[in-house]
């Protein structure tokens, strides 16, 4: 009898062991699923942000132009620093509106896709307003600045930071706004996840390429100091190729505020979605179809960006004009 209820305990402590492996398998099933769906949301979240990450990396190397070359590593550490207490103040303030308001969500899109392209147009048309011998003198007026003993360089770097933090402010809650937009219909903890993996992954990606980035010169005047002739002619071309890069940083910056934000205003548009998938799936049957497939939606959604941000823009000067006048009243 005593051996018989033993036999059944130790029966029922190996049912109870499989179903505990059992439960851990699946258990186990589940989290490499969520892992896979984390790492899925993460991949699609930077793909359609990366179109700020250009004018990210552009307007924050044009941030630190000015600072003494030794200060610009230790300011550029200072701004990524603030970035982060942007983001920490962004992501909880994302996953409020996710539990509390979710349909919030693509109005927030529209604005942000909406300044976007205002930010873009604007870039654009000061180019245009703006003769280049202004540029000149401003960056004139920061050599000299630095020259200058009895300049408050402290204070100078404070600025500079702080206007560079209100930058990052504005472009990090596009991010994490464009993030969201992504896992809005997934659980909290996935939201939570993707959300922080990618506040964190841009921050430590876009200041390090931004310090590699103003660090450049220095680098190609350090080559060309060595007596190898091929670590000169690298360095040589360093310094010639640095101007175009940033040059080339802001242009694929700006293009890529009127595609990213087109895109989201052609979204959350049906009608204008509708189209531009129209025109999208004719292009396709057109000779080297999957080019044109990929190529006609997204110029038009720049064409969109270009004329919402045409729109935004003469919209904020009247209201700055209708100002002035009541001021001046």
């Given at each position: 009898?005593?051996?018989?209820?033993?036999?059944?305990?130790?029966?029922?402590?190996?049912?109870?062991?499989?179903?505990?492996?059992?439960?851990?398998?699946?258990?186990?099933?589940?989290?490499?699923?969520?892992?896979?769906?984390?790492?899925?949301?993460?991949?699609?979240?930077?793909?359609?942000?990366?179109?700020?990450?250009?004018?990210?990396?552009?307007?924050?190397?044009?941030?630190?132009?000015?600072v003494r070359?030794?200060?610009?590593?230790?300011?550029?550490?200072?701004?990524?620093?603030?970035?982060?207490?942007?983001?920490?103040?962004?992501?909880?303030?994302?996953?409020?509106?996710?539990?509390?308001?979710?349909?919030?969500?693509?109005?927030?899109?529209?604005?942000?896709?909406?300044?976007?392209?205002?930010?873009?147009?604007?870039?654009?048309?000061?180019?245009?307003?703006?003769?280049?011998?202004?540029?000149?003198?401003?960056?004139e007026?920061?050599?000299?600045?630095?020259?200058?003993?009895?300049?408050?360089?402290?204070?100078?770097?404070?600025?500079?930071?702080?206007?560079?933090?209100?930058?990052?402010?504005?472009l990090s809650?596009?991010i994490?706004?464009?993030?969201?937009?992504?896992?809005?219909?997934?659980?909290?903890?996935?939201?939570?996840?993707?959300?922080?993996?990618?506040?964190?992954?841009?921050?430590?990606?876009?200041?390090?390429?931004?310090?590699g980035?103003?660090k450049?010169?220095?680098?190609?005047?350090?080559?060309?100091?060595?007596?190898?002739?091929?670590?000169?002619?690298?360095?040589?071309?360093?310094?010639?190729?640095?101007?175009w890069?940033?040059?080339?940083?802001?242009?694929?910056?700006t293009?890529a505020?009127?595609?990213?934000?087109?895109?989201?205003?052609?979204?959350?548009?049906?009608?204008?979605?509708?189209?531009?998938?129209g025109?999208?799936?004719?292009?396709?049957a057109?000779?080297?179809?999957?080019?044109?497939?990929?190529?006609?939606?997204?110029?038009?959604?720049a064409?969109v960006?270009?004329?919402?941000?045409?729109?935004?823009?003469?919209?904020?000067?009247?209201?700055?004009?209708?100002?002035?006048?009541?001021?001046?009243?």
């Amino acid at each position: 009898m005593a051996a018989g209820s033993l036999l059944a305990l130790l029966d029922d402590i190996a049912t109870i062991l499989d179903d505990v492996a059992l439960m851990t398998k699946v258990a186990a099933k589940k989290s490499a699923a969520m892992a896979d769906d984390v790492s899925v949301m993460t991949k699609v979240a930077a793909q359609k942000t990366a179109g700020v990450l250009g004018d990210d990396l552009a307007l924050n190397a044009q941030q630190v132009t000015g600072v003494r070359a030794e200060r610009e590593i230790p300011v550029v550490w200072a701004v990524a620093k603030g970035s982060l207490i942007n983001k920490v103040i962004l992501v909880p303030l994302a996953l409020l509106i996710s539990a509390f308001a979710p349909w919030a969500v693509t109005p927030l899109l529209m604005v942000g896709g909406a300044f976007l392209c205002f930010e873009g147009f604007e870039k654009v048309m000061h180019k245009v307003l703006h003769a280049a011998h202004e540029d000149a003198a401003e960056h004139e007026s920061h050599a000299k600045a630095n020259a200058n003993p009895a300049v408050d360089l402290v204070a100078f770097e404070k600025e500079k930071i702080k206007g560079a933090v209100r930058t990052d402010f504005v472009l990090s809650a596009e991010i994490i706004a464009i993030t969201l937009g992504t896992v809005a219909t997934a659980p909290f903890l996935q939201q939570l996840t993707v959300l922080a993996g990618i506040a964190v992954i841009m921050t430590v990606g876009v200041y390090g390429l931004v310090a590699g980035i103003v660090k450049l010169d220095d680098l190609g005047v350090w080559l060309r100091g060595k007596g190898s002739q091929a670590a000169q002619a690298m360095g040589a071309g360093i310094l010639r190729a640095a101007p175009w890069l940033m040059k080339g940083l802001s242009v694929a910056g700006t293009a890529a505020m009127f595609l990213v934000g087109g895109g989201i205003l052609v979204h959350g548009v049906p009608v204008l979605h509708h189209a531009v998938e129209g025109a999208g799936a004719e292009a396709a049957a057109w000779p080297a179809g999957p080019v044109w497939h990929v190529l006609v939606p997204n110029l038009l959604n720049a064409v969109v960006g270009v004329l919402a941000g045409a729109l935004v823009l003469a919209a904020v000067v009247l209201v700055q004009r209708l100002r002035g006048k009541a001021a001046a009243s």
